[in-house]
């Protein structure tokens, strides 16, 4: 079965430059969710869309900005970027089903490191 | 917000026995509470998951269950194998408006099976 889709997986910045990173959700999945997993950490929420519709907020910083297009894929900008930035970034998807909340499906991540 | 603890945070079990895993949660209006399993370097993938108004789930070999009233849950793994080995999370969602699933996670378990 189709699995979300993450790219890239490993991406290198310095301190102030600014990173992009692509989500494409499971085919036919309309939600996608951010998730930043520190080092030995628990994934930590950043921002979800829903039929491109900034759906919920949690904890991203001012710097990110993320949207979701027109064939569901979603994009998390990253500027100014930081040393404690450094993490792996989760994309997450669900479709809307008969029962709420719905299972999310988390893709392989993009291991983001700031030197 | 939602708070999540998770226990153990590490865990060794033989093969063949049983591994439990226990979660406790902060919001009494939590009603979806999924399990993942995160293998080294890659996503979090769910397992089995169990909405409020069912007091227990099993699947082949793994098991959940949760009380309400105390507001925990538990993951339990019979008849472990050597590829269970793993870092476990649990996690919570309140669903109180449409859009608002962002899951909450615990801090992880790291079950190693020992051969």
């Known amino acids: 079965a189709a699995g979300v889709i993450q790219s890239p997986r490993h991406l290198i910045k310095e301190k102030r430059e600014t990173a992009t990173l692509k989500c494409y959700p499971i085919p036919r999945h309309d939600t996608v969710y951010w998730y930043q997993q520190g080092p030995g950490q628990d994934p930590q929420f950043l921002i979800s869309?829903?039929?491109?519709?900034?759906?919920d907020k949690g904890s991203i910083p001012d710097r990110f900005s993320a949207q979701q297009f027109s064939d569901y894929h979603s994009e998390l900008n990253m500027s100014s970027l930081e040393l404690g930035d450094s993490a792996l970034y989760f994309c997450a998807s669900s479709s809307r089903g008969r029962d709420r909340p719905y299972e999310q499906y988390f893709g392989p991540g993009t291991r983001l490191t700031v030197t | 917000g939602e708070n999540v603890e998770q226990h153990p945070s590490t865990l060794s079990v033989q093969e063949g026995d049983s591994a439990v895993i226990k979660c406790t949660y902060s919001d009494s209006a939590s009603n979806y509470f999924p399990w993942y399993k995160q293998e080294l370097g890659k996503g979090p993938q769910l397992i089995i998951d169990i909405r409020s108004n069912v007091g227990e789930k099993k699947d082949q070999r793994i098991a959940v269950t949760l009380n309400k009233t105390a507001k925990h849950f538990s993951l339990h793994i019979t008849e472990t194998q050597p590829e269970d080995s793993a870092v476990y999370f649990c996690?919570?969602?309140?669903?109180?408006?449409?859009?608002?699933?962002?899951?909450?996670f615990g801090t992880g378990t790291r079950l190693t099976i020992i051969p």
């Open positions: 996690a919570a969602t309140v669903d109180l408006y449409f859009g608002n699933e962002k899951l909450t």
């Open positions: 869309f829903y039929e491109k519709m900034q759906s």
